[in-house]
């Protein structure tokens, strides 16, 4: 059983950062993977990233591969999404999900954070 809270969205000028983070609860934590995706109004939610379990194995999507970092401190029991060289089009709300397999379907995943939204202006 995985609780997940995400944090640190907010707006940011085109070509900045943000780090967004995902603080989860279960005794069954280290062994899940860990998927960030995003939702732009009038799209399907979309991938981002992905973590296996022992953190040892990261996937991105084309889109923010290079720009965003997915990492992970099991012994915080967080998740975090490093976000560089943002552009408006990376607008969303971005959630946190856990799952067990990295995979890069959100049906993969079993428990969701509520989401925080990002914000990049031009």
């Known amino acids: 059983q995985v609780q997940l809270v995400e944090s640190g969205g907010g707006l940011v000028q085109a070509g900045g950062s943000l780090r967004l983070s995902c603080a989860a609860s279960g005794s069954t934590f280290s062994r899940h993977a860990m998927g960030w995706f995003r939702q732009a109004p009038g799209k399907e939610r979309e991938f981002v990233a992905a973590?296996?379990?022992?953190?040892?194995?990261?996937f991105y999507a084309d889109s923010v591969r290079d720009r965003f970092t997915i990492s992970r401190d099991n012994a915080k029991n967080t998740v975090d999404l490093q976000m560089d060289s943002l552009k408006p089009e990376d607008t969303a709300v971005y959630s946190c999900?856990?799952?067990?397999?990295?995979?890069?379907?959100?049906?993969?995943?079993?428990?969701w954070g509520q989401g925080t939204q990002v914000t990049v202006s031009s």
């Open positions: 999900a856990a799952g067990p397999l990295v995979v890069i379907s959100p049906t993969g995943y079993d428990y």
């Open positions: 973590i296996s379990w022992s953190g040892g194995s990261t």
